[in-house]
């Protein structure tokens, strides 16, 4: 896998140059900000409280779990991805530069939206302790990513780089969540799974991480953009 990743650098470094990075790390530091409202704050306590229902064998307790922060991760990121798209002008002046085009920019929240899917999922397999199923899907994922990079920005230049993540970032999520799936049956949608134990033990764990995730997100930022 580090093999992989030198070569989809090698290429990049080629191809897109410190101009096509520059703007690459600007909107991932940007779309960190989305992170922390779409679920990755879920991702510490997920895994905890997982791992000690499955090792306790509460099944039930697991089931609710991964529905819960499910359908929460979905709905979040769904929601960040198209107001941060409406709000695209406002940011673009705000926060951004004259280099982030719309293109690029929606491409990058199609990929955050993937993105914040595969976390939850891959937290939920780690729980599960079936470790060998997040290697291979990773492994297929790099694959698949230095192959389609290499095609897309060989046909669309720094715009390939972009197309390349959203789609990579949905595969990645599908294989996922597909895997989840085999050992948890995801269920139709109820507000009843937010009232349980389960759901205060999962809010009140992470509340902390949302608080310092924001102070270091902004330190970070502040850092990319000084």
């Known amino acids: 896998m580090m093999f992989v990743a030198l070569v989809r650098n090698k290429y990049l470094a080629v191809n897109i140059g410190a101009q096509g990075f520059g703007v690459f790390n600007l909107l ?36 609710i779990l991964f529905n819960m ?6 709905f979040s990121a769904t929601a960040v991805s198209i107001i941060f798209l409406i709000l695209f002008p406002v940011f673009k002046s705000a926060f951004l530069s004259d280099e982030i085009l719309f293109s690029y920019y929606a491409f990058f929240a199609a990929s955050f939206w993937g ?4 976390n939850l999922f891959r937290v939920v397999l780690q729980g599960l302790m079936d470790i060998k199923k997040i290697v291979r899907i990773r492994i297929i994922a790099q694959i698949a990513n230095l192959l389609l990079v290499i095609l897309l920005v060989y046909l669309f230049d ?9 789609i990579i970032s949905l595969f990645t999520a599908t294989l996922f969540f597909l895997a989840v799936k085999k050992k948890i049956k995801l269920e139709k949608f109820s507000f009843s799974w937010y009232r349980t134990s389960v759901a205060k033990k999962i809010f009140s764990f992470s509340a902390i991480d949302v608080f310092l995730g924001f102070i270091d997100q902004t330190g970070q930022y502040l850092k990319r953009i000084l």
Do not use: P, R
């Not at 992170?35 to 697991?62: D, F, R």
């Open 158 to 166: 720094l715009l390939g780089l972009f197309v390349n993540l959203a």
């Open 28 to 63: 991932e530091s940007f779309f960190h900000y989305a992170n922390l409202v779409a679920g990755s704050w879920l991702s510490t306590a997920s895994l905890k409280y997982i791992s000690e229902y499955n090792s306790e064998g509460k099944k039930e307790e697991v089931k």
């Open 115 to 118: 993105t914040s899917l595969v």
């Open 69 to 74: 922060t499910t359908y929460l991760v979905f």
